[in-house]
Nanobody
């Protein structure tokens, strides 16, 4: 069982940066792959980035490659999403999620644990 709590969202101008944090509870956090998803109004939830349980493999959706970086510290039970060069189209609620799958998966249904979400708004 894993509980996830996101923080770090807010309002930022285009070109700015934000760092999202996801604090996990549970002694087995290191056994889960983690992902960051986002959902904009009227759109489906989409994966942004994911990382395997060991922190060795990552996935990024094309629109954030080179701008966003996912990282984790299993000793601190924390996952981060560093977001640079933000664009108005990055505006969404961002969710942290955990998956017990072996491989990194990119569909939301593969993730059984979710945080409550944090709002990111990028103004033009």
């Amino acid at each position: 069982q894993v509980q996830l709590v996101e923080s770090g969202g807010g309002l930022v101008q285009a070109g700015g940066s934000l760092r999202l944090s996801c604090a996990a509870s549970g002694r087995t956090f290191s056994s889960y792959n983690v992902g960051w998803f986002r959902q904009a109004p009227g759109k489906e939830r989409e994966i942004v980035a994911a990382m395997d349980r060991n922190g060795r493999s990552t996935y990024y959706t094309d629109s954030v490659k080179g701008r966003f970086t996912i990282s984790r510290d299993n000793a601190k039970n924390t996952v981060w999403l560093q977001m640079n060069s933000l664009k108005p189209e990055d505006t969404a609620v961002y969710y942290c999620a955990a998956s017990s799958s072996i491989a990194i998966l990119t569909t939301s249904r593969a993730y059984g644990y979710w945080g409550q979400g944090t709002q990111v708004t990028v103004s033009s």
